[in-house]
């Protein structure tokens, strides 16, 4: 139920652009850059208006872009979508690289940046010094190359169907199946899915290949060893280091998997199999069917606004703005870009929700997700210029798994079955834990494939075995599968987008079970506190905005350990 009426938000007016201004051309553009650039700037409230202006071309250039990508994304078959794409990617974008790298000399050669106050534009100055210091010009057209390449991996992922009862589905909806409660079922659909896996492993090779090859060659002109450390300054990466990465590696390692491999010990004894094996991982213990907490698109989406409500009645009227707009795309079919995603509208202030659901527990934990960076979208959306918004992945990701669990405490809206309900907050809390295995294994492959950039793609097979054995409970029986394990960096749409983009929520996911922990405690005081950090969007430091949080941007061993055993503490609950 509504608490209030929806009122659907409109685009600011401009003041430095035209209103009805369609960014089909650098030459629509450019004036604006141009005018930047020129412009004579004799005080620190005309610098303060200048910096105003710049963020309102950026916000209309993002949205422009961001459009163009959730198009595509939608609809990966159709050219003209791609076209349009990759016109803003090869056409447009390569321009304002340079206008964008005079534009930030000209504010910190500024006489009167030191007259800005220092607490509010602090973390931004210190994000634009370090863009100065990694701009190449010969990086553009490299980086064009990236842009348009890396998309290729959504298409040919989108492509993936496999036949299943006389029909062609997409993987998403095959994986679905991992639940059904006859094993010859769950290893058939297993196998099919890897089969057509298979297909395309060289063509992902190739692709991968030549992007760690361009990835190399970025860094190397920009004076970098190697892409990973490119990549660190790029993601401005001020708060935490390398070896803080490998140390998170190394506490995931000794804190997780032992849980992990006795929720496994307990699995395979449950289900009294000889062997447990992949396809045996996702279903009910007690051959209960798969959990079905939605039957629809709509269904998801008006379920997901009740359970928000319950959070909190904004945090409801959110998701219910973003349907009214239809600003939600939810359902998988054949030709949509895998994965999920919540893309922000820096101008209008509203975000877009992309998924490909099928009727899922995983499906719901999704929408809550994408919901929890919705809910950061429009709390940020009044702060004074956009990369304010543009917040870190630690801070962004935090805001998202934090939702997961919270909103777990208001589950009863999808499952009304007490025992079915239990069953699905053991399923989260499980996938809590196990996910940053994952993560961990993700990330330091992602090490070793740009320390390495010559290797082999034979190499490259064998260094994901090695690295994903060390996050692998060893009671999971993959004998016979040897390829199979070979390839399973495969299906990590970041490594081939968004490079050295997922260890991120491994650092967010132990915040988010700290602020969960906080919500058990006093709801009242976690969200005050949760809600107050997202308000800040990245005006201040990652430790400052956990801080605000109530939680620690902490992940030594004992710290991990502290947070995996009150998950165990409360998985024994259930």
Not at 131 to 155: D, F, H, M, V
Not at 304 to 316: A, K, T, V, Y
Not at 399 to 406: D, G, K, V
Not at 543 to 558: D, L, M, V
Request: net charge negative.
């Amino acid at each position: 139920m509504k608490t209030k009426p929806v009122a659907i938000p409109k685009k600011p007016i401009r003041h430095f652009l035209a209103q009805d201004l369609i960014i089909d051309s650098w030459k629509k553009v450019a004036p604006f850059f141009i005018d930047l650039k020129e412009r004579e700037i004799a005080s620190a409230k005309q610098l303060e208006q200048w910096l105003l202006d710049r963020s309102e071309l950026e916000a209309a250039l993002s949205e422009d872009f961001a459009w163009r990508y959730i198009k595509m994304t939608c609809d990966t078959t159709n050219q003209l979508l791609t076209d349009d794409y990759n016109v803003f990617v090869s056409e447009i974008d390569p321009h304002i690289s340079p206008y964008s790298n005079e534009l930030n000399i000209k504010l910190v050669q500024s006489p009167f940046l030191n007259e800005l106050d220092s607490e509010t534009y602090r973390i931004y100055i210190r994000g634009i010094k370090k863009a100065l210091e990694l701009y190449r010009e010969e990086n553009i057209p490299l980086q064009t190359r990236i842009g348009i390449e890396s998309q290729k991996y959504g298409a040919i992922s989108g492509a993936m169907t496999v036949l299943w009862e006389g029909k062609d589905i997409t993987l998403q909806m095959a994986s679905s199946l991992m639940k059904d409660v006859n094993r010859k079922i769950r290893e058939e659909v297993y196998l099919k899915i890897q089969k057509r896996k298979a297909e395309d492993t060289d063509a992902l090779n190739d692709l991968y290949s030549e992007l760690i090859r361009l990835r190399h060659q970025v860094a190397i002109n920009a004076g970098f060893k190697n892409y990973r450390d490119y990549k660190f300054a790029e993601l401005g990466r001020f708060d935490y280091t390398v070896q803080d990465c490998f140390d998170f590696h190394d506490s995931i390692s000794k804190a997780i998997l032992p849980l992990a491999e006795n929720a496994d010990r307990e699995r395979k004894k449950a289900m009294k199999l000889d062997a447990l094996k992949p396809w045996d991982t996702e279903v009910d213990v007690e051959g209960k069917p798969a959990l079905k907490p939605f039957s629809s698109a709509s269904e998801l989406i008006d379920k997901s606004i009740e359970c928000f409500n319950l959070i909190q009645p904004d945090f409801g009227n959110y998701l219910e703005i973003m349907k009214e707009m239809a600003y939600l795309d939810l359902d998988s079919r054949i030709g949509k870009a895998p994965g999920g995603y919540n893309y922000p509208l820096y101008e209008i202030g509203v975000p877009f929700i992309f998924m490909n659901s099928v009727g899922t527990h995983r499906d719901l934990v999704t929408m809550v997700h994408e919901g929890g960076h919705a809910i950061h979208s429009f709390v940020t959306r009044d702060l004074l210029i956009t990369d304010f918004k543009s917040t870190p992945s630690e801070v962004a990701e935090l805001a998202s798994m934090s939702m997961e669990l919270i909103s777990m405490e208001h589950w009863g809206v999808f499952f009304t079955d007490a025992a079915d309900l239990k069953r699905a907050k053991k399923e989260q809390l499980d996938k809590s834990l196990k996910t940053l295995l994952w993560i961990a294994a993700v990330d330091k492959f992602q090490h070793w494939i740009y320390e390495n950039p010559t290797h082999t793609v034979e190499e490259r097979m064998v260094q994901w075995t090695t690295v994903i054995d060390q996050f692998t409970s060893k009671e999971i029986d993959f004998s016979g599968l040897d390829d199979v394990r070979a390839r399973g960096w495969q299906g990590q749409l970041h490594i081939f987008e968004v490079p050295f983009y997922y260890i991120e929520y491994g650092m967010a996911q132990l915040g988010a079970i700290a602020v969960w922990r906080n919500y058990k405690k006093d709801p009242a005081k976690a969200l005050k506190e949760y809600e107050a950090a997202l308000r800040l969007g990245y005006t201040k430091s990652i430790p400052e905005i956990y801080k605000t949080a109530g939680i620690e941007f902490n992940f030594s061993p004992a710290y991990v350990k502290e947070l995996a055993e009150f998950v165990k503490s409360e998985l024994d609950k259930l």
